[in-house]
């Protein structure tokens, strides 16, 4: 038997480090936290000092149990889990609950699963740091004690199953302004000049008037001013210039530039980002440094000098300006610098490369440009164009990498031909194109995380979730209106003639960025005006530095708590009690046909229009708002358009055709059958005639294409993309088949893939008893019987889960029908 233990947090990261160490060391995993706060109840004792009460869940009892086997027959019990708060809290939890024996237990720590990282913490081990221990325990207790305190009042005065948090609802609250500032922007037209000149030699290139007009009368005079002008260069200055690289990633840097540049969720960064650090690939993933190790400076340089040559390389330190920047950890960066590339997954290879290639244009040399700036004078009147070029003398870093940017519009300087003061150069053209000014724009994942470090809220383990979170709650959507046409006008002067043409232009996409729902602005609303301190912007920063004071030892995390919760506590007992009841309504007018109030608020099931109210004698009449419809914005005349649905069109083939609006959209109904409308269709411009069309499609795309093992097989368009269906099973269709011309061994092909996937995806299946685990999304795990599916953390040990376990996890998620059965009873007697 091995003489040491070593207790690290995931099965993926025991298997990497047990390659490093001798056949003295067993190397076994806690599956994250093996205990924590009850999920039922708040769980801290706010009498006695805040004391939390941590407990070991069901589906860790096992993992428990088993390292407690384990730990009785070794010398040393190694405690490896993360180098930061959450980790050492980890570690704690496991020294507590194995009930280790401190003189033989050591406390190791390492920046990255590398046979000389682990080598190096195994000859430096250290103690528990208890001061980390409580700044991760007063994260968890403040942070339980607002959620669970907050919700209930969400329940009591806006809706049942709401919930708040103290970094989730500040997030919430940052996109709700945006967007009422988005609402409340009016855009101004103004005319911007671009000329395109000539030189002698024929070689074109654009510039600016260095102002605008804000009329089209001024514009339109200003061309006409310039018809029959002659142009020359009256000044030209050329300068060097240099671009330096931007510094390693941090947790944060490296969700901004994964969304820019891959178009990663910021949750879906950080789960590949998890698979290369417990690979051994790179250093670990959640850090504020922008630091690298002398070693990793070095590594990077031997790189560059070898790909390519001495003059690129530069190396270099670099400082955080990030407002609270804590972990004295390095940036992320690869393990080993001559891996330009690895051999996995293709996602996880692609973020790889990223941080390669930001990790090594960080140490490369600066990039060096010849900026050039032109004036162009006319003779007929005193304004100036400019024209600005960029030439490239020395790639530098650029060899490898340019960071992204959230700008939309930011503009590229181009090349310019060769000119020089005195010439003369020639109008190909000038343009005055009316302009707009642009609205803030809305967050993106990127921009929101960009936002919070700014102003210090929150740290590089939470963004993550918070984001999640913000989205699973329906407190915020990503965007999906294409955006919409815009007239705009632009005068063009050509040939001494100016001429006018009406143009358009698409604006307000929001396709993916962050957009409130009315819930989210609801909830943000109440919590703002009852919970301002809460929701205030510097109290969450000032929450994050006493963190931060706690785990240099300098603050007591009771205390923290105390000071914090002496005037939390009374005010939420205070809203409880005396606060209206909130539903964001707004009362549009009046129904003309009854007179009554029409109004639209939140309903049990969402959004509603509401005719009437609940003191009249005849009863209230509601509808339910259109997915693309806000509390916020709708009109009265869209309000009073929801109480016209469902649109009956009148009979087709013996069934009864209607038009209405459902969950996933608008649809027309032909007796038990439903026909989604085309992208973009408004549900009350569809007549008998499209509905007929639409029917036709949809029996079309119905009918049977092929039959496989004596079975139908028929394809169709769902919410995610092309597929076909075969025995009750649905199999997407990807891009590698022609969907419209699918052979019979590409259905065939297609459908025993589908099985074999299901096939594997099933971990552990008790047939008899119709329960069995499958592997989900994101590495997680899901427990299944019939309708019941109970989602399984990814650091559930689902190998060793008995029969008994699972029942007992079921029979606790399943609903409880005690009182149905007593009702029976009672009328049986």
Same mark, same amino acid.
């Given at each position: 038997m091995a003489k040491n233990l070593v207790i690290v947090e995931s099965p993926a990261k025991a298997k990497t480090i047990e390659k490093f160490l001798g056949k003295d060391y067993k190397v076994a995993s806690s599956f994250g936290h093996i205990a924590d706060l009850p999920s039922k109840e708040l769980g801290v004792d706010v009498e006695k000092d805040f004391k939390p009460k941590y407990i070991v869940s069901s589906d860790k009892k096992s993992v428990v149990k088993k390292l407690k086997d384990l730990v009785k027959g070794v010398e040393t019990v190694w405690l490896a889990s993360d180098e930061d708060r959450e980790g050492e809290a980890i570690a704690w939890h496991l020294a507590e609950e194995l009930k280790l024996d401190k003189d033989k237990t050591k406390r190791i720590v390492f920046n990255s699963i590398t046979k000389n990282a682990i080598q190096k913490a195994i000859e430096n081990p250290r103690s528990i740091d208890y001061n980390l221990v409580n700044a991760q325990q007063a994260r968890r207790v403040l942070d339980r004690l607002v959620g669970y305190e907050l919700s209930p009042v969400l329940w009591k005065k806006i809706k049942t199953g709401l919930s708040a948090g103290r970094v989730q609802s500040v997030s919430v609250r940052l996109i709700v302004e945006r967007e009422r500032e988005i609402k409340e922007f009016t855009p101004e037209a103004s005319f911007r000049i671009?000329?395109?000149?000539?030189?002698?030699?024929?070689?074109?290139?654009?510039?600016?008037?260095?102002?605008?007009?804000?009329?089209?009368?001024?514009?339109?005079?200003?061309?006409?001013?310039?018809?029959?002008?002659?142009?020359?260069?009256a000044d030209l200055d050329t300068k060097p210039a240099k671009k330096s690289p931007a510094a390693p990633f941090t947790t944060s840097t490296l969700q901004q530039e994964a969304s820019r540049k891959l178009y990663f969720s910021v949750a879906k960064t950080m789960n590949m980002a998890q698979r290369l650090y417990e690979a051994g690939l790179i250093t670990y993933m959640r850090t504020d440094s922008v630091n690298l190790s002398g070693e990793a400076i070095e590594a990077a340089k031997n790189e560059i000098v070898k790909s390519y040559g001495e003059e690129f390389s530069k190396p270099r330190n670099y400082s955080n300006k990030s407002k609270g920047a804590q972990e004295a950890h390095e940036a992320i960066r690869p393990t080993d610098m001559s891996r330009h590339r690895v051999q996995i997954e293709r996602d996880q290879a692609r973020l790889y490369e990223l941080i390669w290639k930001r990790t090594l244009a960080s140490q490369m040399s600066d990039a060096k440009l010849e900026r050039t700036n032109v004036k162009i004078e006319a003779d007929k009147h005193g304004e100036l164009f400019t024209?600005?070029?960029?030439?490239?003398?020395?790639?530098?870093?650029?060899?490898?990498?340019?960071?992204?940017?959230?700008?939309?519009?930011?503009?590229?300087?181009?090349?310019?031909? !060769?000119?020089?003061?005195?010439?003369?150069?020639?109008?190909?053209?000038?343009?005055?194109?009316?302009?707009?000014?642009?609205?803030?724009?809305?967050?993106?994942?990127?921009?929101?995380?960009?936002?919070?470090?700014?102003?210090?809220?929150?740290?590089?383990?939470t963004y993550a979730p918070t984001i999640s979170t913000i989205q699973n709650r329906g407190y915020v959507d990503r965007g999906t209106i294409d955006g919409e046409e815009r007239k705009y006008l632009q005068y063009t002067l050509e040939n001494s003639k100016v001429k006018e043409e009406t143009l358009t232009e698409n604006v307000g996409s929001d396709k993916g960025k962050l957009v409130p729902t009315d819930i989210g602005m609801i909830v943000n609303d109440f919590l703002v005006n009852h919970f301002a301190g809460i929701l205030d912007y510097n109290f969450t920063a000032k929450v994050e530095q006493s963190f931060d004071d706690i785990a240099s030892g300098e603050e007591d995390w009771t205390q923290m708590i105390e000071s914090f919760y002496k005037d939390f506590h009374p005010n939420v007992i205070d809203v409880e009690e005396n606060a209206e009841r909130e539903s964001g309504e707004r009362i549009l007018g009046k129904d003309p046909s009854t007179g009554?109030?029409?109004?639209?608020?939140?309903?049990?099931?969402?959004?509603?229009?509401?005719?009437?109210?609940?003191?009249?004698?005849?009863?209230? =009449?509601?509808?339910?708002?259109?997915?693309?419809?806000?509390?916020?914005?709708?009109?009265?005349?869209? !309000?009073?358009?929801?109480?016209?649905?469902?649109?009956?069109?009148?009979?087709?083939?013996?069934?009864?055709?209607?038009?209405?609006?459902g969950r996933f959209g608008p649809y027309?109904?032909?007796?038990?059958?439903?026909?989604?409308?085309?992208?973009?269709?408004?549900?009350?411009?569809?007549?008998?005639?499209? !509905?007929?069309?639409?029917?036709?499609?949809?029996?079309?795309?119905?009918?049977?294409?092929?039959?496989?093992?004596?079975?139908?097989?028929?394809?169709?368009?769902?919410?995610?993309?092309?597929?076909? =269906?075969?025995?009750?099973?649905?199999?997407?269709?990807?891009?590698?088949?022609?969907?419209?011309?699918?052979?019979?061994?590409?259905?065939?092909?297609?459908?025993?893939?589908?099985?074999?996937?299901?096939?594997?995806?099933?971990?552990?299946?008790?047939?008899?008893?119709?329960?069995?685990?499958?592997? !989900?999304?994101?590495?997680?795990?899901?427990?299944?019987?019939?309708?019941?599916?109970?989602?399984?953390?990814?650091?559930?040990?689902?190998?060793?889960?008995?029969?008994?376990?699972?029942?007992?996890?079921?029979?606790?998620?399943?609903?409880?029908?005690?009182?149905?059965?007593?009702?029976?009873?009672?009328?049986?007697?």
């Open positions: 671009v000329a395109e000149f000539k030189n002698e030699e024929g070689k074109t290139f654009k510039a600016r008037l260095g102002k605008t007009f804000k009329t089209k009368e001024e514009a339109k005079a200003f061309l006409d001013n310039n018809i029959g002008a002659r142009f020359k260069i024209a600005n070029g960029e030439v490239l003398k020395f790639e530098g870093f650029l060899k490898v990498y340019l960071e992204g940017t959230d700008e939309e519009d930011e503009e590229q300087a181009g090349m310019l031909p !060769a000119l020089k003061v005195g010439e003369n150069v020639y109008e190909n053209y000038i343009t005055a194109t009316e302009r707009f000014t642009r609205p803030p724009y809305r967050y993106t994942e990127a921009s929101l995380v960009k936002k919070l470090e700014e102003l210090g809220i929150g740290r590089p383990s009554r109030q029409l109004s639209v608020r939140l309903g049990r099931f969402g959004p509603m229009a509401q005719i009437g109210t609940a003191d009249e004698e005849e009863k209230p =009449k509601f509808a339910s708002l259109l997915p693309d419809q806000s509390i916020d914005t709708i009109s009265y005349e869209e !309000a009073l358009d929801l109480f016209k649905l469902p649109r009956k069109l009148g009979v087709y083939e013996g069934d009864e055709v209607e038009v209405n609006v027309v109904r032909f007796g038990k059958n439903f026909v989604s409308l085309e992208k973009g269709e408004d549900v009350f411009d569809v007549d008998m005639d499209r !509905a007929k069309e639409l029917i036709s499609q949809k029996k079309k795309a119905d009918a049977p294409i092929a039959s496989y093992k004596g079975k139908e097989v028929t394809k169709g368009k769902g919410r995610f993309g092309p597929f076909i =269906k075969w025995d009750g099973m649905f199999v997407n269709v990807n891009k590698k088949y022609d969907f419209d011309n699918l052979s019979q061994q590409d259905i065939e092909e297609l459908i025993e893939d589908k099985l074999k996937k299901e096939r594997e995806k099933v971990i552990q299946n008790w047939e008899e008893e119709g329960i069995r685990i499958e592997k !989900a999304r994101w590495g997680r795990f899901n427990l299944i019987k019939g309708k019941t599916k109970i989602e399984l953390s990814k650091d559930t040990d689902v190998a060793s889960l008995s029969l008994d376990q699972v029942k007992e996890m079921i029979e606790k998620k399943a609903p409880k029908k005690k009182t149905a059965t007593k009702k029976k009873a009672k009328t049986k007697k």
